[in-house]
Nanobody, 121 residues
Framework: QVQLVESGGGLVQTGGSLRLSCVASGSIFSFSAMGWYRQAPGKRRELVATLTIGSSTNYADSVKGRFTISADYAKNTVYLQMNSLKPEDTAVYYC???????????????WGQGTQVTVSS
């Protein structure tokens, strides 16, 4: 089992940038893939981006071209670079390990505290 801790959130104006980090207590190779999720108040948690370990990336249409998921495998850290931020990006962001099953990213059951991203207009 791998513990994940998110950080890097904050308050930014529309059009600004943030880089989120997700540090694993163990090797991220314990998972087939990593994903970033976000959850705004009153809304369901939604998948933002995934990275198949050592391989490909996928993005939600709402963030494609603006967000980039990457990993530093030596540091067991996954990043989410967020550019051209919009107020609709305001949410608590979470990372989690998982796997792709029938083309769908399936996260594991345990979630951390996440990191708050607030985009003002």
């Amino acid at each position: 089992q791998v513990q994940l801790v998110e950080s890097g959130g904050g308050l930014v104006q529309t059009g600004g940038s943030l880089r989120l980090s997700c540090v694993a207590s163990g090797s991220i190779f314990s998972f087939s893939a990593m994903g970033w999720y976000r959850q705004a108040p009153g809304k369901r948690r939604e998948l933002v981006a995934t990275l198949t370990i050592g391989s490909s990336t996928n993005y939600a249409d709402s963030v494609k071209g603006r967000f980039t998921i990457s990993a530093d495998y030596a540091k067991n850290t996954v990043y989410l670079q967020m550019n051209s931020l919009k107020p609709e990006d305001t949410a608590v962001y979470y990372c989690n390990g998982g796997r792709h099953l029938a083309g769908v990213f399936v996260p594991y059951d345990s979630w951390g505290q996440g990191t708050q991203v607030t985009v003002s207009s």
